[in-house]
Nanobody
């Protein structure tokens, strides 16, 4: 059973920084991507950033160079360093694991709240 546990959310003023971390455990396939999505009420969950097992990264346009994703394959962890936070970054941030076998299977953490005050 795959489990994802996030940490690092909280309240920060605009312009501040937060670092989110996630640890995955269980039967994790070798071909995978780990990353972060976010969601606000009334909106669809959207990609923030993800990184494959071989280090290929993808960022949403709204990141605008402010965030950096990193992962440690040996520890099955992924982190998101968020700088220059804006009020519109306020959301629940979810750690994601996507595993490719015969199809693509997604796993999700329970989410961590990020609130950016103006």
């Amino acid at each position: 059973q795959v489990q994802l546990v996030e940490s690092g959310g909280g309240l920060v003023q605009a312009g501040g920084s937060l670092r989110l971390s996630c640890t995955a455990s269980g039967n994790i396939g070798s071909i995978n991507a780990m990353g972060w999505y976010r969601q606000v009420p009334g909106k669809q969950r959207e990609l923030v950033a993800h990184m494959s097992d071989i280090g290929i990264t993808n960022y949403a346009d709204f990141v605008e160079g402010r965030f950096t994703i990193s992962r440690d394959n040996a520890k099955n962890t992924v982190s998101l360093q968020m700088n220059s936070l804006k009020p519109e970054d306020t959301a629940v941030y979810y750690c994601s694991l996507a595993v490719m076998t015969s199809s693509l299977q997604y796993y999700w953490g329970q989410g961590t709240q990020v609130t950016v005050s103006s």
